[in-house]
Nanobody, 125 residues
Framework: QVRLVGSGGGVVQAGDSLRLSCAASGRTFSGYAMGWFRQAPGKARDFVAAIIWSSSSTYYADSVKGRFTISRDNAENTVYLQMNSLKPEDTAVYYC??????????????????WGQGTQVTVSS
């Protein structure tokens, strides 16, 4: 069993930066990929970014390309989401997720087995 604990959210102004962290505990994560999703009030949980653990290949939603960077630290079993040039529309609860199995669709939340508890990011204009 893998437990994911997300952190790093907060309240910032437009143009600021934040870094989210997601630590995997319970056992050494040796799965396929980890990702970040976000859910704004009244909206669906949408894909933000994903990273394949073995290759560090990364994937991003169009809305965050060029502003957000996903990375991972093998030794710490942790994935990060560096968010720069934040916009009010980035306001949401951010969830990290993990999957042990190959999937060609890392943007689909149904393909992830483990989920963190969510961390709130609020960007004021």
């Amino acid at each position: 069993q893998v437990r994911l604990v997300g952190s790093g959210g907060g309240v910032v102004q437009a143009g600021d930066s934040l870094r989210l962290s997601c630590a995997a505990s319970g056992r050494t994560f040796s799965g396929y990929a980890m990702g970040w999703f976000r859910q704004a009030p009244g909206k669906a949980r949408d894909f933000v970014a994903a990273i394949i653990w073995s290759s560090s290949s990364t994937y991003y939603a169009d809305s965050v390309k060029g502003r957000f960077t996903i990375s991972r630290d093998n030794a710490e079993n942790t994935v990060y989401l560096q968010m720069n040039s934040l916009k009010p529309e980035d306001t949401a609860v951010y969830y990290c997720a993990a999957t042990n199995y190959y999937t060609p669709n890392l943007n689909l939340r149904a393909h992830y087995t483990y989920w963190g508890q969510g961390t709130q990011v609020t960007v004021s204009s």
